[in-house]
């Protein structure tokens, strides 16, 4: 056992220093111990391995499409956080996930490695590394070794390295909305009384998009069962102040303290299916409301949240998805309110054929701007595994149709597909047909 033991460690540690070198962070899409976690309705906190010795865990999805002869367009409100996902992705993604036992003692403890590779690349083409016209990265979103079954610390685990630590998502929109996640190390599911659970967990640096390296300190409280299949949690994400830092430009600016306070409850068993309901209220560095944001923000800078969502399987065949989301962002010169609303209902044909609908509605007013819009409605024909709505793998024959206002078209990026300089021109509608493999296991 000694030598897989050191193996393992070195390789955690090498994922870890090279932390600074890796590629920018990909959509939450690529998570599919989340996306497993949303696939059972009694799972409301995070799933902990505990394999016999060995479990590979994966995510593929793989498409091809176009708009108007060209690579696919993807509409996105600029100023909206997201977008509604499904027949609306422009790159290819897909994860392995490794989990290793590597000791257990006498009296039940576990020591487990967890290494996870993740590969993004651009739509419409053969994966590729960076070579020309094939654009792809490579990274290690997780590389963490984990206590678990620890004696007198029943359901608790202590992990330390890079972890996707308690994500919470919303699917249709490919949001993780709850993600305290990063390079750190902490302690989870300490029982507290009968029910209460205490999680914390330090971290000094979220992804690469992070400028620079900064304490987090995150403190969860779950357990909390307010009526039958109801189960409350609290969280509070805290960044303290640290000196001053050098930007980009060479200079210096001092730092700000922040925080993020989070509320949710989710509720099993209904409808057959999940629902999940948040609160969630930043300042400064905190105003981000997921991990965190810039360190030069004061106080001034503020956000709140509202999250609402529900998957369903009322029948055998009807099954489905909705969500509500309404951010309120406060910013010196920049404030602006964004609400998001959406639908999935998918009916399966047979058990192997399943007719989908999927809608989206955004809408983003700056308080010193016109309000944008964007609608966007994907039909699709789907050959699966099975009738359920978290049933894969799926093959997605599907056509996606868009429709924007002219102040969304103005507020576009150059070249982006709602721009008057992209692929529509001067349209405000526009179209996608293609097909996309997704699968996770």
Request: glycine content about 10%; some cysteine; proline content about 6%.
């Amino acid at each position: 056992m000694k030598t897989p033991l050191k193996t393992t460690l070195l390789a955690v540690s090498l994922a870890i220093m090279c932390d600074s070198h890796a590629q920018t962070e990909v959509t939450p899409s690529a998570n599919p111990e989340q996306l497993r976690s949303d696939a059972n309705p009694d799972a409301t906190g995070t799933p902990i391995p505990e394999p016999e010795w060995t479990q590979l865990h994966g995510y593929v999805r793989y498409g091809f499409a176009t708009s108007r002869k060209h690579s696919p367009a993807c509409y996105k409100l600029a100023g909206a956080v997201t977008k509604y996902r499904f027949g609306n992705e422009c790159d290819d993604d897909a994860s392995l996930e490794i989990v290793q036992k590597l000791y257990h003692a006498d009296d039940g403890m576990s020591l487990t490695g967890v290494v996870q590779g993740e590969y993004n690349g651009r739509g419409n083409r053969v994966p590729g590394f960076g070579s020309p016209g094939t654009p792809g990265t490579m990274r290690m979103p997780q590389s963490y070794l984990q206590l678990s079954n620890i004696p007198n610390l029943p359901g608790a685990r202590a992990f330390i390295g890079r972890i996707k630590y308690r994500q919470v998502d919303i699917h249709t929109i490919d949001y993780s909305y709850w993600d305290p996640a990063g390079l750190g190390a902490g302690i989870e599911n300490l029982q507290i009384g009968q029910n209460l659970k205490l999680s914390y967990a330090l971290f000094i640096k979220d992804s690469i998009a992070q400028s620079h390296y900064a304490p987090r300190h995150d403190l969860q409280l779950s357990g909390m069962y307010t009526n039958p299949r109801g189960e409350l949690s609290l969280g509070l994400s805290f960044i303290p102040q640290r000196g001053n830092i050098q930007m980009p430009d060479g200079a210096y600016q001092p730092t700000h303290a922040g925080w993020t306070v989070t509320m949710q409850h989710i509720q099993t068993e209904l409808l057959g299916g999940k629902h999940k309901f948040a609160l969630q209220f930043g300042k400064g560095p905190g105003s981000s409301l997921i991990g965190t944001g810039a360190l030069t923000q004061s106080a001034d800078f503020k956000a709140w949240r509202v999250i609402n969502a529900l998957d369903w399987q009322l029948t055998r065949d009807f099954s489905g998805m909705v969500d509500a989301v309404c951010q309120r962002n406060i910013a010196p010169g920049a404030s602006q309110t964004w609400v998001s609303f959406g639908a999935r209902p998918v009916y399966a044909l047979t058990r192997h054929l399943k007719a989908v609908l999927d809608f989206g509605h955004d809408r983003v007013k700056p308080d010193n701007g016109a309000t944008r819009t964007l609608n966007k409605v994907t039909t699709a024909i789907v050959v699966g595994k099975d009738r359920g709505f978290w049933s894969r793998p799926e093959l997605r024959f599907f056509y996606t149709h868009a429709h924007w206002n002219k102040a969304t078209q103005d507020a576009a990026a150059l070249g982006d597909a709602l721009s008057d300089t992209g692929v529509f021109g001067a349209a405000r509608t526009g179209s996608t047909a293609g097909v996309q493999f997704e699968t996770w296991f």
